[in-house]
């Protein structure tokens, strides 16, 4: 379903054969009224549906995704998504490396949906790993326009603030200038050996930057994740010229296999797809009220669990797309599990909700259609 709330382009409001609401954007009161309407006639007529909200703008899929979540079966795919297939890549990673991600130190580049919903997923993985609400964020570098966000920052969103730097943490840091501190700032003095991007900015991850990573992390996890591939912040070659081969790299559009000195370097494409259908199936198969942060972990650790060691060995972060609907079902369960254990969903037995599943997951099948003939 789409939500028509207008639009400020002036040629489409001219256009006579503009289709959309002829009308300016709403906002404001008249936006989040329009949208509790959609939610309560979602409520009325389809009151076991689930909400699944997706390109909102920024300022307001936060809102969305608070305001919603223990209203009715909701999830931002932007935010929670991106966040929940992320987190599957640095379990995996963690694994091929014999590491904790408590050992890491991460950065994160562009805070927007995205960035904030990688961030937060991060900050449960360290905390599962024993670290404290404060060790925790110490291990994060959260980055966008300004540079390396910092608490003294003006203009800064609650959810980017939450895990901005205290500025006195950086005190010592030897900068290029002072007027920012940029990546390659980070970088040398933070020592990161997780780089994830969610920029749109191609080529941001320079040669620079991943050599200065490699200068101390021999298998730093570069996660290039904005699409399409003409917005991504590196290629695998550029990340394997820079690590000569060694480094574990996951990328938001997909990339052939590329061939290295008798090798051959798999790149994980971290698409939403190996989480959303599954969050949805098994959420729906549960009938829970709501979906919790703890089902999106589940889904992250059910899908990092199919990544075989014959796969991971090859360099594979995620499993094959080519499974996707195993993909699904296996995520659909663990979500399914998971609120079920947590009181929300129904006591079904795991091997009830696999069957249950079965038979709910969409088998697409298309009668053949010739025209002019009669079959």
């Not at 609401?21 to 309407?37: Q, V």
């Not at 608490?151 to 730097?165: E, I, N, P, T």
Request: hydrophobic letters at 45%; one cysteine or more.
């Amino acid at each position: 379903m789409t939500l028509d709330v207008g639009t400020n382009n002036p040629r489409l409001l001219d256009d006579p054969l503009y289709l959309g609401w002829r009308h300016p954007r709403l906002e404001g009161d008249e936006y989040w009224a329009f949208i509790e309407k959609f939610v309560l006639g979602v409520r009325r007529n389809f009151p076991e549906a689930l909400v699944q909200w997706e390109d909102f703008a920024k300022h307001k899929a936060f809102t969305l995704l608070e305001r919603y979540r223990d209203r009715v079966p909701s999830f931002d795919d932007d935010i929670q998504g991106t966040g929940a297939v992320a987190a599957s890549v640095l379990m995996t990673a963690m694994r091929i490396k014999t590491s904790r991600l408590a050992d890491q130190r991460i950065g994160i580049v562009g805070m927007g949906q995205a960035g904030v919903g990688i961030a937060e997923n991060v900050l449960t993985l360290l905390k599962a790993d024993g670290l404290n609400d404060r060790e925790a964020h110490a291990r994060i570098y959260t980055a966008d326009v300004p540079g390396l966000l910092c608490d003294d920052m003006a203009g800064l969103s609650k959810w980017q603030r939450a895990f901005a730097r205290e500025r006195p943490e950086v005190a010592g840091w030897t900068l290029a200038s002072t007027d920012r501190i940029t990546l390659l700032d980070i970088i040398r003095n933070a020592k990161l050996t997780v780089l994830i991007g969610v920029t749109a900015q191609p080529g941001l991850f320079g040669a620079e930057v991943l050599s200065a990573m490699a200068s101390y992390e021999p298998r730093p996890v570069v996660m290039a994740l904005s699409n399409p591939t003409s917005r991504c912040e590196c290629t695998p070659e550029d990340v394997a010229r820079a690590t000569d081969g060694g480094g574990l790299v996951a990328t938001g559009s997909p990339f052939a296999d590329l061939a290295w000195k008798g090798r051959t370097l798999v790149t994980s494409q971290c698409n939403n797809l190996y989480v959303f259908p599954g969050v949805g199936l098994g959420a729906l198969v549960a009938k829970t009220p709501k979906v919790t942060p703890a089902m999106f972990m589940a889904a992250s650790r059910a899908l990092s669990g199919l990544v075989t060691p014959a796969q991971q060995a090859q360099g594979h972060l995620l499993p094959p797309m080519a499974d996707i609907r195993g993909v699904s079902r296996a995520v659909a369960k663990a979500v399914a599990v998971e609120a079920r254990d947590s009181g929300l969903g129904r006591l079904l037995s795991d091997e009830q909700y696999e069957q249950v599943i079965a038979r709910a997951q969409w088998e697409p099948a298309y009668a053949p259609y010739r025209p002019g003939g009669k079959g």
